[in-house]
């Protein structure tokens, strides 16, 4: 939570600096019209600052998946209680970190978007990221088989990651096909 606290924190101060140097009026919204301005940095603070937060709220709602199902003191007298008690967590290990994999392969394609529309020549960086979501492509569809072969299976990881994962294979796939460089000046 500090981490995501401290990320945003950046990404806002910077945003409203460059703002500022501007003579743009404050408003909360400053830092997202200003976001591309000091490319990857302020792109790196606002991708930092979501991901520690959703890692944050990750660890802080999720079960602990060592712990009992049932508390101790009550008896598992039904077949259901008993079936429950016995398996303990139902998650998938593979579903989640495809899970994972395809929302890197989202945050990845965000941050190579944003440089490619943000002023000054930065195809070095936006390479380097659209290279890394094309491993993440490769790596979400060996993760995709293990996770669909695995016991038991995690039903949420395996949805919502694959939704994610087919939106960003295609937006990778329809970019590389039909990107256009631009001329330089």
Not at 127 to 138: D, E, H, K, P, Y
Request: glycine residues 10%; proline residues 6%.
């Amino acid at each position: 939570m500090l981490a995501s606290v401290f990320f945003t924190y950046q990404f806002g101060i910077w945003g409203a600096f460059v703002a500022g140097s501007d003579r743009e009026p404050y408003a909360a919204a400053v830092p997202f019209r200003m976001l591309g301005q000091n490319y990857p940095f302020d792109v790196a603070m606002l991708a930092c600052g979501a991901w520690a937060m959703g890692l944050a709220l990750y660890f802080i709602l999720s079960p602990d998946a060592n712990r009992n199902v049932l508390p101790a003191h009550v008896p598992a007298t039904s077949k259901w209680a008993q079936r429950l008690a016995s398996q303990g967590s139902r998650s998938s290990p593979m579903a989640g970190m495809f899970l994972v994999n395809s929302l890197l392969l989202a945050t990845m394609l965000f941050v190579a978007y944003i440089g490619a529309r943000s002023p000054g020549d930065h195809a070095r960086y936006v390479s380097i990221f659209g290279m890394v979501a094309g491993l993440q492509v490769a790596l979400g569809l060996i993760l995709l088989i293990l996770a669909l072969f695995e016991k038991p299976k995690g039903p949420v990881g395996l949805l919502l990651g694959g939704a994610v994962y087919v939106a960003g294979t295609a937006v990778s796939v329809l970019v590389f096909l039909w990107g256009q460089p631009q001329a330089q000046p």
